[in-house]
């Protein structure tokens, strides 16, 4: 049986809106960033599916409720995704965004990067690895809003 999820109708609308254009969208920018046929490209083509899968699987299961409801069961592009150092145990708070985004504000990472493409489809509570050109950092995602 599967879980149903409350949103509030404008979440909702645009959660599907989301779907629709991340799907035409995807030959673009799979062309456009990994022009190549790479394991690189293989492997986001993958998490690419998958998101797209795991979108359509939570529209089909979400019914619209009159109260506001933000929270996601798992980090999705639009997502703020809360998430505290596992070393310093530091919070910091990320948007994930698309490579296409506009309108970029401090905390904004791309589902492009190394730290976008780990937080992707993560829910609350589960550890993520972050393979960075700095080195690999441990998060832990605490949090996961999504903008109505």
């Known amino acids: 049986m599967s879980t149903t999820y409350k949103f509030s109708k404008a979440t909702f609308e645009n959660l599907v809106k989301h779907l629709l ?3 035409e969208g995807k030959n673009q920018l799979l062309n456009e960033y ?3 046929p790479t394991d690189e490209r293989r ?3 993958k998490l690419f599916d998958d998101y797209v899968m795991k979108v359509d699987n939570l529209v089909r299961n979400a019914s619209i409720s009159e109260e506001q409801h933000d929270m996601f069961p798992f980090v999705t592009i639009g997502s703020r995704v809360e998430v505290e150092d596992a070393e310093s145990k530091k919070s910091y708070e990320f948007r994930i ?3 296409y985004e506009s309108t ?3 905390g904004d990472i791309s589902y492009l990067s190394p730290m976008g ?3 992707l489809l993560k ?3 589960e550890k993520t690895e972050v393979n960075a050109p700095g080195g690999i950092y441990c998060y832990k995602i605490k949090a996961i809003k999504h903008p109505q």
């Open 43 to 45: 492997d986001f083509e």
């Open 21 to 23: 254009d991340i799907e």
């Open 117 to 119: 493409k780990s937080l």
């Open 34 to 36: 990994f022009p190549e």
């Open 97 to 99: 965004v698309t490579p």
């Open 123 to 125: 829910k609350a509570g």
């Open 104 to 106: 970029v504000e401090n």
